[in-house]
């Protein structure tokens, strides 16, 4: 008659019926108030009203303790208790959700007014993580609902192992996982945790990717080949994934088409090309940090240039080897290698040099380079004249003493 609105009061009547324990009543009650979203797959766990209804409920459940008289066990029991818990969890969760009628009631409300997220998030509260992905594949949630409700609490609270686990037990190939997978790596990728990623990564037998991730644990952050000398296990790495997917490639050449749609595809010529990169930076990486232990190297820059850059950061690599060896033949082979492999201009980096060579007043060096570059058997007619005209042109901008 006063015109309100009667929701805040039928909702407070299905609150009282519940605190009563009189469930069938409360239903009937909140059924005039509560609404289900618009949106199902909304990234929030619906009205304040039915959050308040399941907080309620949980809050009334008792929790199923487990036993704590194995603080003192062995190693070896500890380990197998470890190796067990993901089908314990999954049995206790299943007795614990179908035997206990207010966590019944939770689940009424929830797929009668909550979104996916919510339901997931309840699953996932309670240790339900296997309903919580059936959940997420039968409904074909975004990935975005993936991500918040399930892989974001699973890796903070150390459970992704238990998590890859049931997602392989679901689905064997994970190919129904794909698209979540992948979200999943952009969103550890913007994070900057690539630690974690790396570890996806290898669960999905993505290797391009990991091996690209290996590349980054390689290069970042490195001020020196000193650094990057302590690094190369990552390199191993990069070379084993590489290895790995071409094997896996020729064996699935003799079928109709590769079954993995969503890891990172790449030609066999490709890879084996990446392989020969890999190689030749072990090399490079190898003779630099030689050189920097005992005190050849002068060169200094802001940046490390390796051969996974562009191809200006490549030119970089051949004219630091050249120009940081006991004199410039020591290097020159590593060099000459990479001017091939990436098909570099040759006379730019030979000139680059040899204006290097004039600013550091190493004189027989330049007769030294122009005597590899002819002896490569692969010199242009003026790469001798165009690297005495660089250094000619570098004396003039020498200031006279």
Not at 114 to 132: K, P, Q, V, W
Not at 238 to 245: A, C, P, S, T
Not at 369 to 391: P, R, Y
Request: include cysteine.
């Amino acid at each position: 008659k006063s015109g309100l609105d009667p929701g805040g009061a039928w909702h407070a009547w299905g609150m009282a019926c519940l605190k009563a324990g009189n469930l069938s009543s409360a239903r009937e009650k909140f059924n005039r108030c509560l609404k289900p979203p618009m949106d199902l797959n909304q990234l929030n766990h619906g009205s304040r009203l039915v959050q308040d209804v399941i907080q309620y409920l949980e809050s009334t459940v008792k929790p199923i303790l487990i036993a704590d008289d194995d603080y003192f066990a062995t190693l070896r029991e500890l380990e197998a208790t470890l190796r067990t818990r993901s089908l314990s969890l999954e049995m206790m969760c299943e007795g614990k959700i179908q035997h206990n009628s207010y966590y019944q009631e939770c689940l009424f409300y929830l797929h009668s007014y909550g979104t996916n997220l919510a339901i997931i998030s309840f699953y996932m509260r309670h240790d339900c993580m296997r309903e919580a992905l059936l959940h997420l594949l039968n409904k074909e949630s975004p990935s975005e609902v993936f991500i918040e409700g399930i892989f974001i609490p699973s890796y903070e609270s150390g459970k992704l192992h238990m998590l890859e686990n049931l997602l392989e037990t679901i689905d064997p190939g994970l190919e129904s996982w794909g698209v979540y997978l992948i979200a999943a790596c952009k969103y550890l990728q913007r994070k900057n945790y690539y630690h974690i990623l790396y570890e996806l990564q290898q669960f999905m037998k993505d290797h391009v990717r990991a091996a690209m991730t290996c590349i980054r644990f390689f290069t970042h952050g490195a001020k020196s080949y000193t650094e990057l000398g302590d690094k190369q296990t990552w390199l191993l790495k990069i070379k084993d994934h590489l290895k790995v997917y071409l094997q896996e490639v020729s064996r699935s050449s003799g079928r109709k088409k590769m079954a993995f749609t969503f890891r990172k595809k790449m030609s066999a010529t490709d890879v084996s090309r990446h392989i020969s990169t890999v190689d030749l930076q072990m090399e490079v990486t190898k003779f630099l940090h030689r050189c920097e232990s005992s005190g050849t190297s002068q060169m200094t820059g802001s940046s490390l240039p390796t051969l996974f850059g562009n191809n200006n950061m490549k030119t970089d690599v051949a004219c630091k080897v050249m120009l940081e060896g006991k004199n410039i033949e020591e290097g020159f082979g590593i060099a000459f290698r990479v001017l091939q492999d990436f098909q570099l201009e040759a006379t730019e980096v030979y000139s680059k040099v040899a204006k290097q060579l004039v600013k550091q007043q190493k004189y027989s060096e330049i007769r030294q380079l122009l005597k590899c570059v002819n002896e490569s058997g692969v010199a242009a007619k003026n790469d001798g004249d165009n690297i005495i005209l660089n250094c000619l042109n570098e004396f003039k901008n020498i200031p006279a003493e």
